[in-house]
């Protein structure tokens, strides 16, 4: 069972799994990081710590960015969407947040991109 605050879990909308999407973004510059889950412990575990912690859809279980790669994750705020079902996870990145060694997990090929006022 979890400890996460019951005003906080009674806002949460979460997948079938029990999961919430957290986008990650680092809280200086705005740059998106990644997309990481989190279930209720997770959420509870990254407020109360401060370290960015996830629950890993692959392995089924929680992982603490950084723990073995070195590339922590220091949370500075922890928003939620207005829908309820979509954390927004400001942090300051120590080295790379890409599983890939890419500092974010965003710079792959684009798929489409416009110059301003271009289409619609």
Request: aromatic share 6%; hydrophobic share 35%.
């Amino acid at each position: 069972m979890s400890s996460l605050d019951a005003g906080i879990a009674g806002r949460l909308k979460r997948t079938a799994e029990g999961l919430v999407p957290a986008v990650v973004q680092q809280h200086d510059s705005g740059e998106v990081l990644m997309l990481g889950w989190m279930d209720d412990e997770a959420l509870h575990r990254t407020l109360t710590t401060g370290r960015a912690t996830y629950w890993s859809r692959s392995r089924q279980e929680y992982w603490v960015k950084g723990d073995t790669s070195g590339h922590l994750q220091w949370v500075k705020e922890v928003r939620l969407d207005c829908d309820g079902d979509t954390l927004l996870v400001k942090v300051d990145q120590v080295g790379a947040a890409c599983h890939t060694g890419d500092r974010t997990c965003f710079d792959a090929v684009e798929l489409a991109g416009r110059e301003p006022g271009e289409g619609s």
